[in-house]
Nanobody, 125 residues
Framework: QVQLVESGGGLVQAGGSLRLSCAAS????????MGWFRQAPGKERDFVAA???????DYADSVKGRFTISRDNAKNTVNLQMAGLKPEDTAVYYC???????????????????WGQGTQVTVSS
């Protein structure tokens, strides 16, 4: 059983930056695809970014060029560096993990078995 704990959320002004972290335990971290999703009130959970075991990354179009996902297998953590934040980035951000074959889409939340509790990110205008 994998446990995921997010941290780093908060309130920031538009144009600012935040760094989210997700600490994993209970599994072989290096064997998991790690993803970030977000959910705003009244909306569906949306894909943000993912990083495969190879280090290859995927991003939602809405965050490309602004967000960077990275992983540290030695520390069992995955990070999401967010810059140029916009009010529409306001949401609860969730970390997710699963072992995924290469052919599986990292952007589909149904492909993830393990989820953190989420961390709130609020961007003021």
């Amino acid at each position: 059983q994998v446990q995921l704990v997010e941290s780093g959320g908060g309130l920031v002004q538009a144009g600012g930056s935040l760094r989210l972290s997700c600490a994993a335990s209970g599994g072989t971290f290096s064997s998991y695809v790690m993803g970030w999703f977000r959910q705003a009130p009244g909306k569906e959970r949306d894909f943000v970014a993912a990083i495969r075991t190879s280090g290859n990354t995927d991003y939602a179009d809405s965050v490309k060029g602004r967000f960077t996902i990275s992983r540290d297998n030695a520390k069992n953590t995955v990070n999401l560096q967010m810059a140029g934040l916009k009010p529409e980035d306001t949401a609860v951000y969730y970390c997710a993990a699963n072992r995924l074959p290469t052919c599986y889409r990292t952007s589909d939340y149904m492909n993830y078995a393990y989820w953190g509790q989420g961390t709130q990110v609020t961007v003021s205008s």
